[in-house]
């Protein structure tokens, strides 16, 4: 991981119960929002549209200021999740953009 990449590796849980305190998290976390944001999402067994929607919010903030975010390690049912939604393929448009979705 660069100085240009920020990683964060969310927890088993990410519902809207707790996504307050994990959008507090990423803007401690990631100062500068020209910087790559990578979210982990390995263990991640559940997830809501609350942080779908926390993951979009990142990726226009992030393009907005040259920068970029994505997801590593989705497990089959969160990915299950993201084309369901119909936003995988928008979550998966910034791995043209120089980071993989999913490694």
Not at 21 to 30: A, F, G, R, T, V
Not at 32 to 38: A, D, E
Not at 68 to 93: F, T
Request: glycine content about 4%; proline content about 4%; hydrophobic content about 40%.
């Amino acid at each position: 991981m660069s100085d240009t990449e920020k990683q964060i590796a969310l927890p088993k849980e990410c519902s809207i119960y707790e996504v307050a305190l994990w959008q507090q998290k990423i803007i401690e976390q990631w100062p500068n929002q020209s910087t790559h944001l990578v979210f982990n999402l390995e263990a991640v067994q559940e997830m809501d549209a609350s942080f779908v929607q926390l993951f979009l919010s990142c990726q226009k903030t992030a393009h907005h200021h040259g920068g970029n975010c994505c997801l590593i390690n989705i497990p089959e049912n969160v990915e299950e999740r993201l084309k369901q939604m119909q936003v995988y393929d928008v979550l998966v448009a910034s791995e043209a953009e120089g980071a993989p979705i999913n490694g």
